[in-house]
């Protein structure tokens, strides 16, 4: 099963990079930069205008409504593993190689 995370997507620094930035369960919101395959979203963002979109996860632990993920690159403001609410993520089963 693969796993995404609700967050907001802006253009990266590089073409092949989108920044995103996520809100925590205690509401504070941390950015990083990932590479374009593991961002999904209905329109590509531009500079003035960010999209809603998804970042794919990988779930560590879950205790109740929070989930401890370890995100695909470290955040700018504190590591790779933040918490979140259950109801940020979505699952969908993962895709078979060709």
């Known amino acids: 099963m693969e796993y995404w995370l609700r967050c907001q997507v802006y253009p990266g620094q590089f073409s092949v990079e989108y920044a995103v930035v996520i809100r925590q369960s205690d509401n504070k919101e941390v950015s990083l930069f990932v590479p374009q395959e593991l961002v ?5 963002p531009t500079f003035d205008r960010p999209v809603s979109g998804w970042i794919k996860v990988v779930p560590v632990k879950q205790q109740g409504e929070l989930v401890l993920l370890q995100l695909p690159r470290s955040t700018l403001e504190n590591g790779q593993y933040i918490t979140v609410r259950a109801d940020q993520l979505k699952t969908r089963p993962q895709r078979q190689p060709a």
């Open 40 to 44: 999904e979203s209905e329109q590509p």
